[in-house]
């Protein structure tokens, strides 16, 4: 079993930054992909950014490209969001995700990953 737990969300004014963190335990993560969600409040979950076990690939959703940076420290099992120039949109819960195992061009879907955190919320006032 894998557990996740974030940190880092909280209240930012439009155009601050926050970066969140999520710490895994129970396994070592260094050969998985993480990846970031989230969802705002009556909205589906959405894909944020994804990074592959060496953290060599990454990508990102078109609504986050430019202003968030995912990265992952493999000795601390820990992945990071650094998120930059928010926006009053970007409120929502944020979710980490651990994937065994990505399909070619599945990376953004939700049932792609396995394991879940239980969400930090972020919330960006204008």
């Known amino acids: 079993q894998v557990q996740l737990v974030e940190s880092g969300g909280g209240l930012v004014q439009d155009g601050g930054s926050l970066r969140l963190s999520c710490a895994a335990s129970g396994r070592t993560v260094s050969t998985y992909a993480m990846g970031w969600f989230r969802q705002a409040s009556g909205k589906e979950r959405e894909f944020v950014a994804t990074?592959?076990?060496?953290?060599?690939?990454?990508y990102y959703a078109d609504s986050v490209k430019g202003r968030f940076t995912i990265s992952r420290d493999n000795a601390k099992n820990t992945v990071y969001l650094q998120m930059n120039s928010l926006k009053p949109e970007d409120t929502a819960v944020y979710y980490c995700?651990?994937?065994?195992?990505?399909?070619?061009?599945?990376?953004?879907?939700?049932?792609?990953?396995?394991?879940w955190g239980q969400g930090t919320q972020v919330t960006v006032s204008s």
């Open positions: 995700a651990l994937a065994l195992k990505v399909s070619p061009g599945s990376y953004y879907l939700s049932p792609t990953y396995d394991y």
């Open positions: 990074i592959s076990s060496s953290g060599t690939t990454k």
